[in-house]
């Protein structure tokens, strides 16, 4: 799939922040969700990986995650479409099997060494505004093996302290940097990308885990 050219948005708001965050000596995003953030940590903590496995991590931010799941020992590549969130990460010494590089996720360039067994986004698609959202679900299952598994943990509907900026008919906040959709929207767009869920973990009322996996 080429890189997409009506892409809804660049998605590099984050950058001005992670800049902001690294002058004041911060080690990544504030977590948007501490429970979501938890999970996948110990989930990471408990895995045991077959030596080959190979994991993909898109919007790694400080990086946390991918560096709990490097040391499960396999091959780790994680990106960020800002380079101050990718030079955090690199600031923490990350051993041989992790790489962290700038990329965006919606272009297919940044991802080194396809497919992968494990692809693996951690509260980004609710920054993915309409049509981008089933693009970049779709680009993940490009580049996911025939056997492997995308994990999408993201806020789902509106939670309280985005109530005010929610706009109901465009499903986007006042500054176009957030997607408020719902589970059945949410439903509709894992069909469109041919994926299917095979697990799914209900964090609160607005934030849950999806495992996909690969419709044939
Ligand atoms: C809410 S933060 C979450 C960061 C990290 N996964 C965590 O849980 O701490 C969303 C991240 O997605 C990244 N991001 C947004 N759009 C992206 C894109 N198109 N390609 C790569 N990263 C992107 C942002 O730069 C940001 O680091």
């Not at 902001?20 to 501490?34: F, Q």
């Not at 396809?114 to 505004?129: C, E, G, K, R, T």
Request: aromatic letters at 12%; a positive charge.
């Amino acid at each position: 799939m080429a890189r997409k050219k009506d892409q809804k948005r660049y998605y590099y708001d984050h950058e001005p922040y992670y800049a902001k965050i690294c002058c004041e000596g911060g080690t990544g995003w504030p977590i948007e969700s501490d429970v979501s953030q938890r999970f996948l940590l110990k989930w990471a903590r408990e895995q045991i990986f077959p030596e080959y496995a190979t994991i993909l991590e898109v919007g790694c931010g400080g990086g946390e995650l991918a560096i709990e799941l490097a040391k499960r020992g396999v091959k780790v590549e994680a990106c960020d479409l800002s380079e101050t969130a990718i030079r955090i990460c690199q600031s923490k010494n990350p051993p041989e099997n992790l790489a962290f590089f700038a990329a965006n996720a919606m272009t297919h360039k940044g991802y080194p060494n396809p497919p992968y067994d494990w692809i693996i986004a951690n509260q980004v698609l609710q920054s993915i505004i309409g049509g981008d959202r089933v693009f970049l679900l779709k680009r993940m299952r490009e580049n996911l093996t025939t056997t492997g598994t995308i994990v999408v943990a993201t806020m789902l509907g509106v939670p309280e302290k985005f109530k005010e900026e929610f706009n109901p008919i465009t499903f986007v906040n006042k500054t176009n940097t957030r997607f408020f959709a719902d589970l059945r929207m949410f439903a509709k767009e894992i069909a469109e990308a041919r994926l299917r869920v095979t697990r799914h973990i209900k964090i609160d009322d607005h934030y849950r885990i999806f495992f996909l996996e690969r419709l044939p």
